[in-house]
């Protein structure tokens, strides 16, 4: 709490310069997901004939005047950000002040303003008007290795299954056509047997002498006798 009540009494201490060459750029807006890391740019330019013994970089969050998260010399972090934001600025050899912020949460989501304090003869301190709006959008749970390798697992043994199932059915069909031309050899087989069978020989009765047509009577010899 004392250093952010140090921290708003310097910053009210200091001379703001709007002006000529006394500039800070930095991205209207900006888009990143929940869990990921994201750089907010900040480059800024003074007078050459302003020359700074220290150059001190500042962040604060919701408007020009909002409350500071972050401040370089200071090594100050505010608690909500503490461990997730790095420094990737290099003030004095490419006028840069841009930072990090690590595993984005949907709170974070916010405008930013890069503040840069130029100290030597007199403190002078310059920055945005807009800042840089973040926008963070939330994603579903990102699976951890051991749930992509059981993913892949159940996928491969999925498509085994599908592969066993279509082989299984491929050998039942055969089996099934065997059973079907089977039985159509069975039946033609009884078949022939029965009409086989079917076929009668007529044979004269041994010791009867006679020939099939023995015994027959003529109509026509009968009727001459009786005339």
Not at 86 to 99: A, E, H, M, R, V
């Amino acid at each position: 709490m004392d250093s952010a009540i140090r921290l708003i009494l310097l910053c009210l201490s200091v001379v703001m310069i709007n002006g000529a060459n006394f500039t800070v750029t930095q991205p209207g807006s900006l888009e990143g997901v929940v869990g990921y890391s994201i750089d907010i740019p900040c480059s800024f330019t003074y007078p050459e004939t302003y020359k700074p013994r220290e150059i001190n970089i500042c962040w604060r969050r919701y408007h020009r005047f909002g409350e500071f998260i972050f401040n370089v010399s200071r090594s100050y972090t505010h608690p909500h950000y503490r461990g997730r934001i790095d420094f990737l600025g290099d003030p004095y050899q490419k006028n840069t002040g841009t930072i990090r912020i690590n595993h984005l949460k949907q709170s974070d989501q916010n405008r930013y303003f890069c503040l840069v304090e130029g100290k030597g003869d007199h403190t002078s301190a310059w920055q945005s008007d807009t800042g840089t709006f973040l926008i963070v959008r939330g994603q579903g749970p990102t699976p951890s290795p051991a749930q992509l390798t059981t993913s892949v697992t159940a996928a491969t043994s999925e498509r085994t299954g599908e592969d066993e199932d279509t082989l299984g059915q491929g050998v039942i069909l055969i089996i099934r056509s065997f059973l079907a031309l089977g039985m159509l050899a069975i039946v033609w087989m009884i078949g022939i047997y029965l009409m086989k069978s079917r076929e009668v020989t007529i044979l004269p009765i041994e010791g009867s002498g006679k020939r099939p047509n023995e015994g027959r009577v003529d109509q026509t010899e009968i009727t001459s006798q009786n005339l």
